[in-house]
């Protein structure tokens, strides 16, 4: 074996080595300065590859295609190291840039408020609630039974074309029909045939009728019934209840009036309207529990007595707030929304 021949040998074995240690040297990199130190170490003028490729007449003919092939493979190879480690040392530095600029100012996160009418339903149930009243909840469809039956509004009752019915699109099930509820009402007699008296509750939610809409009519709003049944319930305490009420609520100025009014569940009944624009607006419905509707839930009328009502939320709200139509509330108009 000549000397040019060993040294061929030599050479692969030098070059084996010097890509692995290129290698692991560059895993350890992470800052441009020492990546640009590591390039000049393995690939620059000076390196050991760049040496043998100029040195390739200095050994064997017949292995120079060989030395100098492989010689390539690691110049590409190793340069493909750089390119890569270039890349990622530029990301990490712009996404740390991008994650710790404290330069730049915080941005303000769109937090959200309650809807007006959620407000008003609190204002109103904490109103009732210091006077007394728990506060439940209840279906949003019903059947035609709590809405209109137990209230003593049979089937062909003319009442009940007072609530136009926005009916479910379903078969009766053994003579009952499901409907959205017309008014908060149905949940008197649900909780009378679950509770024994004393009663006092508020219930607020959902109604919706197949109406029309104008400035003060929606087809859904929202209501809160009341209902109080007790062994010496008068109208007395009806009256005084809901004065106490709208006087939490408007302030002790407010002119209130009181009208009959008529409600198959409920006798005698009345409307209470508010002074609102030189007019009056009607809030609610209200009166003593018909001894017919006690009866149809178990309760002795002789023995119990009661009274209910049933107050609009967005009519409410819109006498505190100066609102001129309903419409507003569920227009989802950002300029309107933002002001409560
Ligand atoms: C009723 O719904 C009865 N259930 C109230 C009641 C309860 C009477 C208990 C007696 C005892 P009325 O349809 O009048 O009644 O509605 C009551 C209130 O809901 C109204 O005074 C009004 O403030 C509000 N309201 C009724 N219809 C609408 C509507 N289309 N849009 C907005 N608010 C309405």
């Not at 990301?91 to 840039?97: A, E, G, R, T, W």
């Not at 009442?159 to 908060?184: Q, V």
């Not at 609520?249 to 409920?266: A, L, N, Q, T």
């Amino acid at each position: 074996m000549n000397l040019k021949d060993s040294k061929s040998k030599l050479v692969f074995s030098e070059l084996s080595d010097f890509k692995k240690i290129a290698e692991i040297d560059i895993e350890k990199i992470n800052q441009a300065q020492d990546l640009e130190e590591w390039k000049i170490k393995y690939l620059g003028r000076k390196s050991f590859l760049t040496n043998v490729l100029r040195d390739i007449k200095n050994y064997d003919i017949s292995e120079r295609p060989a030395i100098g092939s492989e010689a390539n493979k690691i110049r590409k190879f190793l340069g493909n190291l750089f390119e890569e480690k270039q890349n990622i040392i530029k990301n990490n530095q712009q996404s740390s840039l991008g994650a710790f600029d404290y330069s730049l100012s915080g941005r303000i996160p769109n937090i959200g408020r309650l809807h007006p009418v959620t407000q008003t339903i609190r204002e109103v149930c904490s109103a009732f609630s210091s006077l007394g009243f728990q506060i439940q909840e209840g279906p949003e469809v019903e059947w035609d039974l709590y809405n209109f039956d137990l209230l003593n509004i049979p089937k062909n009752h003319p009442a009940r074309d007072m609530w136009d019915t926005l009916w479910i699109d379903e078969e009766e099930i053994e003579g009952k029909k499901m409907l959205l509820r017309t008014h908060t009402s149905p949940m008197q007699a649900r909780i009378m045939e679950k509770n024994d008296p004393p009663i006092r509750v508020v219930i607020p939610g959902k109604c919706y009728r197949y109406e029309a809409t104008d400035s003060t009519h929606e087809w859904h709003f929202n209501q809160i019934e009341g209902l109080a049944i007790d062994t010496n319930l008068n109208f007395t305490d009806l009256k005084g209840t809901l004065y106490d009420f709208a006087r939490k609520i408007f302030g002790s100025e407010r002119k209130i009036r009181f009208r009959c009014d008529y409600f198959p569940f409920v006798e005698p009944g009345v409307d209470m309207s508010i002074d609102w624009n030189n007019d009056w607006i009607e809030i609610l419905g209200a009166g003593m529990v018909h001894p017919k509707v006690l009866e149809s839930v178990g309760y002795d009328p002789e023995k119990y007595s009661g009274f209910a009502f049933g107050v609009g939320v967005e009519r409410i709200a819109m006498i505190r707030h100066g609102i001129d139509d309903i419409r507003h509330f569920y227009g989802n108009d950002m300029r309107f929304l933002s002001q409560f």
